[in-house]
């Protein structure tokens, strides 16, 4: 969840939005293609962390760190509280030589890049981050599709929205490796495009974004199911080199730094 929802949700505790839940499990998922734990995840632009904390239950790696410039010492303390305790550092800013002294092996920029204004200069300064030298894996995901920008991301303060090519162009211009890419909530895009379609036409729109989810344990279990099985489908698609468009977007990246 992002800072902006945490601070205006002033509940005890969060009901996570199915949609956030099913994407910790796809993020986890796709980092699992690594086929070895990670030394130390860095996770830029954390918000509450609550994907990072995710991999931690996981035991991904041995190390995590959540660095968000939104970060005071308050909402630190908040999200420290929230989901049990936890061994994951956090920084408003990297103090300087960080990456030399605190090497990541794996970069998280998960719906970011769309708040940047210059989004090639953001993820530059994040490849550089990660250290000079060893195997990195880079995570991005972004959301799909210029078409589907509504009020919702600028509620969100969004500048863009991407498709699979321009987030891989952006990747490749900054020396990475794409090891594989592609769209998911391919069921979220079609609401998406409808409530668009509606809201151009002049309909009033509510002010929601995930941090207003009223939803039950049943109905979050249910949608969750369904966003799952959405990914699977599309993944399967995915590996036949064919590409439902999906509400969300990401790519999968490498980089041997020396």
């Given at each position: 969840?992002?800072?902006?929802?945490?601070?205006?949700?002033?509940?005890?505790?969060?009901?996570?939005?199915?949609?956030?839940?099913?994407?910790?499990?796809?993020?986890?998922?796709?980092?699992?293609?690594?086929?070895?734990?990670?030394?130390?995840?860095?996770?830029?632009?954390?918000?509450?962390?609550?994907?990072?904390?995710?991999?931690?239950?996981?035991?991904?790696?041995?190390?995590?760190?959540?660095?968000?410039?939104?970060?005071?010492?308050?909402?630190?303390?908040?999200?420290?509280?929230?989901?049990?305790?936890?061994?994951?550092?956090?920084?408003?800013?990297?103090?300087?030589?960080?990456?030399?002294?605190?090497?990541?092996?794996?970069?998280?920029?998960?719906?970011?890049?769309?708040?940047?204004?210059?989004?090639?200069?953001?993820?530059?300064?994040?490849?550089?981050?990660?250290?000079?030298?060893?195997?990195?894996?880079?995570?991005?995901?972004?959301?799909?599709?210029?078409?589907?920008?509504?009020?919702?991301?600028?509620?969100?303060?969004?500048?863009?929205?991407?498709?699979?090519?321009?987030?891989?162009?952006?990747?490749?211009?900054?020396?990475?490796?794409?090891?594989?890419?592609?769209y998911f909530f391919f069921t979220l895009y079609l609401l998406r495009y409808f409530k668009v379609l509606t809201e151009r036409s002049g309909a009033k729109q509510k002010k929601k974004t995930i941090?207003?989810?009223?939803?039950?344990?049943?109905?979050?279990?249910?949608?969750?199911?369904?966003?799952?099985?959405?990914?699977?489908?599309?993944?399967?698609?995915?590996?036949?080199?064919?590409?439902?468009?999906?509400?969300?977007?990401?790519?999968?990246?490498?980089?041997?730094?020396?």
């Amino acid at each position: 969840m992002d800072l902006s929802e945490l601070n205006r949700d002033q509940s005890a505790t969060i009901n996570r939005h199915p949609w956030e839940t099913t994407r910790a499990k796809i993020v986890n998922t796709l980092l699992h293609k690594n086929k070895s734990k990670f030394h130390h995840i860095l996770d830029i632009g954390s918000g509450d962390a609550f994907v990072l904390k995710q991999l931690e239950k996981k035991n991904t790696a041995d190390y995590y760190s959540a660095v968000d410039n939104a970060y005071t010492e308050a909402t630190i303390n908040r999200v420290k509280k929230q989901e049990g305790s936890s061994e994951i550092r956090f920084f408003q800013s990297l103090p300087d030589n960080w990456e030399e002294t605190n090497p990541a092996d794996c970069l998280l920029l998960l719906d970011v890049l769309e708040h940047c204004e210059n989004d090639s200069l953001i993820l530059n300064e994040s490849i550089f981050r990660l250290g000079s030298s060893g195997y990195k894996t880079i995570l991005i995901t972004v959301p799909a599709f210029q078409s589907l920008f509504s009020n919702h991301d600028k509620i969100l303060k969004h500048y863009r929205r991407y498709t699979r090519k321009k987030i891989e162009q952006l990747c490749l211009s900054n020396g990475l490796k794409i090891k594989k890419s592609g769209y998911f909530f391919f069921t979220l895009y079609l609401l998406r495009y409808f409530k668009v379609l509606t809201e151009r036409s002049g309909a009033k729109q509510k002010k929601k974004t995930i941090d207003n989810w009223k939803g039950g344990k049943l109905k979050s279990k249910i949608i969750a199911a369904i966003l799952w099985a959405d990914f699977r489908f599309c993944d399967f698609l995915t590996n036949c080199r064919i590409h439902l468009p999906g509400l969300s977007c990401y790519c999968l990246c490498q980089k041997t730094l020396s």
